[in-house]
């Protein structure tokens, strides 16, 4: 059957000689793979469509929900610019494995094409990267079932001021002081910092805007953020080892 999507190129893989495979977020299809014939060999008609993070229209046959073959494709966005910066490049890969580990095929769809593209648009437009995959790692952790708790306490059910909750990774959300013994590790959170994970938590990426964040606040996030995926996650991404990486030498 010929299938016509749009989708984003989230990895490729050499396959034979001069062959690529393909792996997409679609709007309408769900995540698939697909074979590129070609595609690697010297003026390869193909060869830009298969980069990472191209937004474009595909056509290409498949049988019974396997592996497609391309027949046809257009760029719609090519998002050249994140591809040739180190520092976006990374928090691009780092979205796309993100979505392609976390999510399956079935799961994905409109959505989250949308919040993907919406995320890359935003690292191209120049906003706040540490901003933008935090936003993306809270959609992904409410898509997987671990949405973390931060209206009332996890344990007694109770709201308190802001001041006295702390947040446990482990757990999935806000404790508050006379609760912090069920996670004696749960971290410290400033107010201002739990404001803005609640609005992480509600936002659509596509509605992000230009967020100015204090850099201690920043830091703060990233901790938790950080400490929420390697808990309920628990991957192990190629691309966040470099992220690592890059903010260890302050590139």
């Known amino acids: 059957m010929l299938h016509r999507v749009e989708g984003i190129v989230l990895r490729n893989m050499d396959y034979g000689e001069g062959n690529a495979i393909i792996t997409l977020c679609t709007e309408n299809a769900g995540k698939v ?5 070609g595609a690697k060999k010297v003026r390869s008609r193909h060869a830009a469509l298969i980069q990472p993070f191209t937004v474009g229209e595909f056509v290409f046959f498949r049988n019974n929900g396997g592996l497609g073959t391309l027949n046809a494709g257009e760029i719609t966005q090519s998002h050249h610019a994140l591809r040739g910066d ?39 437009d120049g906003k706040e990267p540490g901003v933008i995959i935090n936003v993306f790692e809270m959609k992904i ?6 949405g973390p708790q931060l209206d009332t306490c996890l344990a007694c059910g109770q709201e308190r001021p802001d001041e006295q909750l702390r947040i446990s990774p482990r757990l999935g959300g ?4 006379a ?30 805007g230009n967020v100015s964040i204090k850099e201690e606040t920043q830091a703060e996030l990233k901790k938790i953020m950080r400490s929420f995926m390697d808990m309920q996650l628990g991957l192990r991404l ?14």
């Open 86 to 124: 180190l520092y976006l490049a990374a928090y691009a890969s780092y979205a796309c494995e993100l979505l392609d580990r976390v999510l399956h095929d079935e799961e994905t769809g409109s959505f989250w094409f949308r919040q993907l593209n919406a995320c890359l648009e935003a690292l191209e």
């Open 238 to 251: 190629k691309s966040q080892g470099f992220l690592d990486q890059l903010d260890k030498y302050n590139i």
């Open 179 to 208: 609760c912090s013994h069920n996670d004696p590790p749960a971290l410290e959170i400033s107010p201002r910092a739990l404001k803005l994970l609640r609005l992480y938590a509600a936002l659509d990426l596509t509605r992000l």
């Open 33 to 37: 793979g697909v074979l590129v014939r």
């Open 141 to 146: 952790l409410q898509a997987a079932g671990y």
């Open 174 to 177: 806000v404790l508050c002081r």
